[in-house]
């Protein structure tokens, strides 16, 4: 079974789902927000994270898809090609893995409307809690999955703790400091979707 992740930025699903995936060369990682923008500074920045993107996925074995809409930081983008992009990227998997949409926009912005057209499709579906926004809101992460819980049945996975992803963690210098990597190599969090 081919098994998509989306995820609104290329660190996302690294951070969140690093020891759920590695080794398992079945994973594609799609980043929604991965454009490399014009301005000098943000040319830089994103072309940088690009090539630590690379470099990570290659490490746990994952394939990458990069869409080119760029992060909020430039405003928000257009739904209609966000939306499209899904539904491009979404037709050859069997299993697909959603951000829960902790805090940052962009994340809310990408799960939202994953959830609004995921019907549309006969696929199986799963979604994660985004490391490191779990740990540093704790509230806001908890408010989004007892909403979604209202509304659908879901099933907990259990994912090992092994701290294995530590190395891919750190491909992306240019996003992490020690703070940071504390709030990252934490059990993760994953649910299936029950029918």
Not at 55 to 68: F, M, R, S, T
Not at 98 to 113: N, V, Y
């Amino acid at each position: 079974m081919n098994n998509l992740i989306f995820s609104p930025h290329t660190d996302d699903a690294i951070f969140s789902l690093g020891d759920y995936i590695i080794n398992d060369n079945s994973f594609t990682i799609a980043s929604a927000f991965a454009g490399v923008p014009t301005d000098t500074a943000g040319y830089k920045k994103h072309t940088i994270l690009r090539k630590e993107h690379q470099e990570a996925c290659e490490l746990v074995g994952a394939k990458i898809i990069n869409n080119d809409l760029l992060d909020d930081v430039y405003g928000k983008q257009d739904e209609h090609l966000l939306v499209a992009w899904i539904k491009s990227t979404i037709n050859n998997f069997d299993n697909i893995y959603i951000p829960l949409g902790i805090h940052h926009p962009d994340h809310i912005f990408l799960s939202d409307k994953l959830f609004e057209i995921m019907d549309l499709y006969n696929k199986k579906y799963f979604i994660y809690a985004e490391l490191p926004y779990r740990i540093l809101y704790p509230e806001l992460y908890e408010n989004r999955i007892n909403k979604f819980k209202s509304k659908n049945k879901i099933e907990e996975i259990k994912i090992n703790f092994t701290k294995n992803k530590i190395n891919a963690v750190r491909k992306y210098k240019s996003q992490i400091d020690d703070n940071l990597i504390e709030k990252l190599i934490v059990e993760e969090k994953l649910w299936r979707l029950l029918s």
